[in-house]
């Protein structure tokens, strides 16, 4: 059973072409997504303690990040050299929280005395401010500190020389935790504050490329479609909380898998939050469930009978389509009825091929192709038929709704109609000379810099070209996307990629 499942989870993963669940509920510090507004809350608070403010607070609600930043901040302290020291588990009050204080820091002592524990701490601090070096104290869910424990720490924090804090604190909790720091009997430690942040839910800009960024560093390529009006309501159903958004689309993904689509509508976010909130609707539910039983016991029954009572005179004399459905293969065959199978494999021989798609394939040398891909024209699905085409041939297949007049004379074009509206799609094959596999925040590759210099070729782009995904470029993509028509999905794919190839200001380039 348990085999069974890890099966399913990594075709479920290969099936959005993802290498990992890109929302995971547990805080994910690997991943990191930099909002503006998460830049600007480890900005200060990293230089708070590096400058050594002495004491900082982070309060917000639950599952807007709180523990993913402290684990950042404790990253980058790392890196510049600074000691830490980071306590998770707040049901330690008084002298024992100080205890585990001194653990985080490597300092032990078998004495539970305050006065005991407090000059080793005092004595590493010294130390460590003589070596040079600062010393940060990181508590989170500090909101269930009690009193006395906070004013232990306002007692940590009058360590210090005569210049300078021999550590530096950082609380992060709940709101709560400055309900407590208002009250008369910790006023002094109010006043201690030099840097108060709040952390705050996603907008629903900061939402769509979250949710792109994580898609996008877990391998997805932009396979994964999400309409506009989709994050609408993913905005509305999770608030912008980023915990009930990772939880969102986890399920969000899995009902797409299940319905066979990799694009997400209103329709998949609707269903999506059905089930996430089942509960409510349990009633009709089960009364779906129960006539859904009832009915499939009554096909089964009735295939049952029919297989039982082959020879009776009802079957020879009323057959219509919907009880040649309910006929046995045993019956079939004494009937000589015709096999479907059969029917469609005649169909396959009998299919012909238009000769504008002939004529497309054969101007490419690319003949041998003709039939599955005029079999993808008729599914409308072109994954498969396009990879294929590729790894032989290193001919990329582009798809687009609507096709510039100067593109349409440089390439060989064919048009298809989909269906009754006679909206048309056009097919045309290039050799790329760029191709972007992996697009988040941080990311460096020359593949990137190449993609920045073509979105400054069409004044998209007018900033420093280093090579490096940032907010600014992403924000280029999207508005590229967005002004010819495309899918805006946070991600410089195929189409994207030769139309900016293709723009009047890179073709020379």
Excluded at 20 to 40: A, R
Excluded at 184 to 212: A, C, F, H, M, W
Excluded at 249 to 266: E, Q, S, W
Excluded at 463 to 477: E, F, K, N, S, W
Aim: charged residues 25%.
């Amino acid at each position: 059973m348990k085999s069974d499942m890890i099966n399913e989870e990594l075709q479920y993963l290969d099936y959005f072409g993802l290498k990992y669940n890109p929302f995971p509920v547990s805080p994910d510090n690997v991943n990191f997504y930099l909002s503006e507004h998460i830049d600007q809350i480890l900005t200060e608070l990293v230089h708070g303690i590096v400058a050594r403010k002495g004491f900082m607070v982070l309060t917000g609600e639950i599952g807007l990040g709180k523990t993913t930043i402290s684990r950042r901040i404790i990253n980058i302290l790392e890196e510049k050299g600074v000691e830490t020291s980071l306590v998770l588990h707040t049901f330690y009050q008084d002298v024992e929280l100080l205890r585990e204080i001194n653990k985080d820091f490597g300092l032990y002592t078998d004495s539970l005395e305050f006065s005991d524990q407090i000059k080793v701490l005092n004595d590493f601090l010294l130390n460590q401010n003589r070596e040079g070096k600062n010393c940060a104290i990181i508590i989170d869910d500090a909101q269930n500190l009690n009193s006395k424990s906070l004013e232990l720490i306002r007692m940590i924090s009058n360590l210090e020389t005569d210049r300078e804090k021999l550590v530096q604190i950082l609380l992060i909790g709940q709101p709560e935790l400055m309900d407590k720091l208002n009250s008369t009997e910790l006023r002094q430690l109010k006043s201690r504050i030099i840097i108060k942040k709040e952390t705050r839910p996603l907008n629903q800009d900061e939402l769509k490329n979250y949710v792109l960024f994580k898609l996008n560093t877990a391998g997805n390529q932009g396979k994964t479609t999400i309409a506009n009006g989709a994050f609408r309501r993913i905005h509305k159903y999770c608030k912008g909380n980023f915990r009930g958004v990772n939880i969102f689309m986890d399920r969000c993904l899995y009902v797409a898998f299940i319905n066979n689509t990799t694009g997400i509508g209103k329709s998949i976010v609707d269903e999506t939050y059905r089930d996430l909130n089942q509960v409510e609707q349990g009633g009709g539910k089960r009364v779906f469930l129960f006539s859904l039983l009832v009915i499939l016991i009554l096909i089964i029954g009735g295939a049952f009978y029919l297989d039982l009572f082959p020879e009776i005179d009802w079957l020879h004399s009323n057959m219509n389509t919907r009880e040649e459905t309910l006929i046995s293969k045993k019956n079939r065959e004494a009937l000589q009825l015709p096999d479907k199978r059969l029917s469609e494999e005649k169909t396959q021989k009998e299919r012909v091929i238009p000769d504008a798609v002939v004529n497309f394939l054969s101007a490419y040398n690319l003949s041998e192709f003709a039939i599955p891909f005029y079999k993808a024209m008729e599914t409308g699905t072109f994954r498969e038929v396009a990879d294929s085409i590729f790894k032989k041939t290193g001919y990329q297949m582009i798809q687009l709704d609507n096709i510039p007049e100067d593109i349409r004379n440089r390439y060989g074009v064919l048009s298809f109609s989909f269906d009754k509206s006679g909206k048309e799609s056009y097919f045309l094959l290039w050799r790329p000379t760029i191709r972007v596999t992996k697009f988040y925040l941080g990311y460096r590759g020359k593949e990137i810099k190449r993609l920045e210099e073509l979105l400054a070729g069409v004044n998209q782009y007018l900033y420093y070209i280093d090579g490096i995904v940032g907010p600014r470029l992403l924000m280029a993509v999207n508005r590229f996307q967005e002004e010819k028509g495309l899918e805006v999905i946070g991600f410089p794919d195929e189409k994207t990629i030769f139309l900016l190839c293709n723009a009047k200001g890179n073709r020379q380039r």
